[in-house]
DNA sequence: CTTCGGCTGACGG
DNA sequence: CTAACGCCGTCAGCCGAAG
């Protein structure tokens, strides 16, 4: 049955996408755990669990894991680096197709894409059913690579549907079947309730997404606030209006990084600092974008972050003197204020963008 | 009163 | 014996100051 009243949303979710992309480029690693992995180059094996195969996450490899706790766990399993211009190039390549193929695509992550297929279903399910399989088929033969999609009236069930079967899932949550489908999930699988969220609910006696929705408003109002109460109420129902657009820019860009050695040095950590900035300027100058706001983010032995930034009165472009300065001032300000404190890791980012004078937006083709 | 700058925290890939 | 720990991005909320 068309019904041109409501969208047709796919969410494209590439199955455990490094690891994949690894084993493809490697056929020697099919079959076995693989884990992906970003040392921070601190000591052999420090660092975290980017992305585990299947395999792996049998053996209870997870993605954030310190490595050391994986190798602990999971000796046998195979411990790779990360190689991220090899996935962002596989990336671009999986966004063409789906783009060559609907009009209205948001690219959500490395690994991640909405269509809205309205158009291309006519607002028909099964339609949509069959492009999602075709999508699917071309992937595969193209780029040797499977993933699962998720069909729903919107981005949010078409997410947590992607979610339900993986991997090389295809799960289709009719407009009308929304209720049934959403219900029965615990909270946490819900697309915006986390680890804290949860808790919460649990001490309201909530822990399946249906209760939820069962919830009185006012009290869910009372526990998380204005916004988030009412967001609860509405996604628990399956409510979501976002629509399915990429983004003309980003909000902020930012580098960080692991130093050798903890240090409680202002002037090493600033310079530390300066030396990623420039990695950050020239992305923003490459995309012809302009900055107001420079943050310096100070992560603690404890592993706690703080921030310090300031808006300058213009844009700047980054070559300016003054940035250099200004971030050599927050880390000496965060010191004044944190005499004690031992930086683990040291950051920058820049917010606050806008497009320089004289630069095209892709939209002005 | 609303807005802004600065900062923290939750969340997700 | 335990604890072990990356990087990038979005959004909301809070607070005090400014308009």
Not at 71 to 91: D, E, T
Request: hydrophobic share 40%; net charge neutral; glycine share 6%.
């Amino acid at each position: 049955m068309i019904d041109p009243r409501h969208r047709i949303i796919l969410h494209i979710d590439m199955d455990s996408f490094y690891a994949s992309c690894e084993r493809r480029e490697n056929p020697a690693l099919a079959g076995k755990p693989v884990a992906v992995c970003i040392f921070s180059g601190r000591d052999a094996d420090s660092g975290a669990i980017s992305t585990a195969s299947y395999e792996a996450r049998a053996l209870g490899v997870k993605s954030g894991m310190p490595i050391k706790l994986a190798k602990k766990i999971a000796p046998q399993a195979i411990y790779l680096k990360a190689n991220f211009s090899l996935y962002q190039g596989i990336s671009d390549s999986i966004m063409s197709i789906a783009r060559a193929r609907f009009k209205a695509t948001q690219q959500a992550s490395i690994d991640e894409i909405y269509i809205d297929a309205s158009f291309e279903a006519s607002g028909d399910y099964s339609i949509a059913e069959k492009l999602a399989r075709e999508l699917k088929a071309e992937i595969f033969e193209q780029e040797m690579l499977t993933c699962s999609v998720g069909i729903g009236r919107n981005k949010l069930v078409a997410k947590m549907a992607s979610d339900f079967q993986k991997p090389d899932g295809l799960t289709i949550v009719r407009f009308e079947d929304t209720e049934k489908f959403l219900s029965p999930l615990p909270v946490k699988k819900l697309v915006g309730i986390g680890p804290k969220t949860e808790e919460a609910l649990a001490k309201e006696g909530i822990t399946t997404i249906g209760q939820i929705a069962g919830a009185e408003s006012a009290r869910l109002v009372e526990v998380f606030g204005e916004s988030r109460g009412r967001w609860l109420f509405d996604a628990a129902r399956g409510i979501d209006n976002e629509p399915v657009a990429e983004r003309d820019m980003p909000a902020q860009m930012s580098r960080i990084g692991t130093m050798k050695k903890d240090s409680q040095d202002p002037a090493e950590i600033a310079a530390f600092c300066a030396g990623l900035f420039e990695t950050v300027a020239d992305d923003a100058r490459e995309a012809g974008i302009a900055f107001g706001t420079i943050s310096v983010m100070l992560i603690l032995a404890n592993l706690k972050m703080h921030t310090k930034s300031r808006k300058f009165p213009r844009p700047m472009s980054g070559s300016e003197p003054a940035v250099k300065t200004e971030i050599e001032s927050l880390v000496a300000r965060f010191f004044e204020e944190n005499p004690y404190a031992v930086c683990r890791r040291a950051g920058v980012r820049v917010s606050d963008l806008e497009k320089k004078e004289g630069q095209k937006s892709l939209f002005d083709y």
